[in-house]
């Protein structure tokens, strides 16, 4: 699987299969939704701009006439309205095959999220937590559904303060904030593979990143904005790795997907590792009881 030059002509025929897209209005959420769409799955964009899906719903329906897209209201950032977009995908849907947990914000200025989490960590785990738990019975449900966390190659740069998870007492760092989101996303893809590991219904729990892709994550980003002509990707193969995390059938449940080339900045997408201290089990059962306590959403 390793030398395999992946692209998106490996997708096969997604009829009848029933994938959610966080944050795909743009990026590479946008790119996924788009990708899956055309190979015939139908699509849930959870988006928290809607009125922003107008534009992106005319380019997908003229690029693909035939296209099954909805759009719906999710923002991460909120607890009530993740809660409510769940309740809105089980009541409409009797299956879901392939959560993509995409959204994210990066490296903005501290602020909080409407619960009281400081942003990053709030938006990029704490809500695709909740979303992902309030989803897994739909998940279960559905013969080899598959869940995708969208980590990055910034996880290296997270070492997670427990005790100060949301930054009260210490001087905030958004890039090392992100990080700690990104390190967090790893933590959760792991654990909950192992939670799963003995239950025949459960569905395969995988990660990807994107390597160094240009995106609009990166409007925050002076450094990035001057770099990204040098070392970026196009967000057509940015995204590549997320599919694959999506669709491979080789894929197995803690599996990492990402670029091959040089430093996972670019290149066609294989399983790589992640660093060692993403693969720290007491750090990970640890966030993993204090992200239930904090969004009162148990598996």
Not at 104 to 128: R, Y
């Amino acid at each position: 699987m390793a030398k395999s030059k992946w692209n998106a002509n490996n997708i096969t025929d997604q009829t009848n299969r029933v994938v959610i897209v966080t944050g795909a209005t743009s990026g590479l959420g946008k790119e996924a939704a788009k990708v899956l769409a055309g190979k015939n799955a139908t699509v849930i964009m959870a988006v928290r701009n809607t009125e922003k899906w107008e534009s992106v719903a005319a380019e997908f329906k003229s690029a693909l006439p035939d296209v099954k897209v909805e759009v719906r209201k999710l923002d991460l950032g909120s607890l009530a309205s993740v809660k409510s977009f769940a309740e809105g995908v089980n009541a409409s849907y009797d299956r879901l095959d392939i959560l993509i947990n995409n959204a994210g914000v990066m490296a903005c200025p501290f602020s909080k999220t409407e619960d009281g989490f400081e942003i990053q960590m709030g938006t990029n785990h704490l809500g695709h937590f909740a979303l992902t738990g309030l989803l897994m019975p739909l998940l279960k449900k559905t013969k080899a559904s598959r869940i995708v966390a969208t980590s990055s190659i910034a996880h290296r740069q997270g070492s997670i303060s427990f005790e100060d998870i949301n930054w009260g007492d210490r001087q905030y760092s958004t890039g090392k904030a992100y990080g700690d989101s990104k390190l967090a996303n790893l933590y959760f893809a792991y654990e909950l593979a192992r939670k799963l590991e003995n239950d025949p219904s459960a569905p395969i729990v995988t990660a990807a990143h994107p390597g160094w892709t240009s995106t609009d994550l990166q409007r925050h980003s002076l450094v990035f904005r001057v770099l990204n002509p040098f070392f970026s990707q196009n967000v057509e193969n940015g995204t590549l790795p997320t599919l694959r995390a999506a669709v491979d059938e080789e894929a197995k449940s803690g599996d990492y997907f990402g670029p091959s080339g040089f430093m996972e900045m670019k290149g066609s997408p294989i399983v790589v590792k992640s660093n060692e201290m993403s693969h720290n089990e007491a750090n990970a059962k640890r966030l993993w009881e204090l992200s239930e306590e904090m969004t009162g959403v148990h598996f």
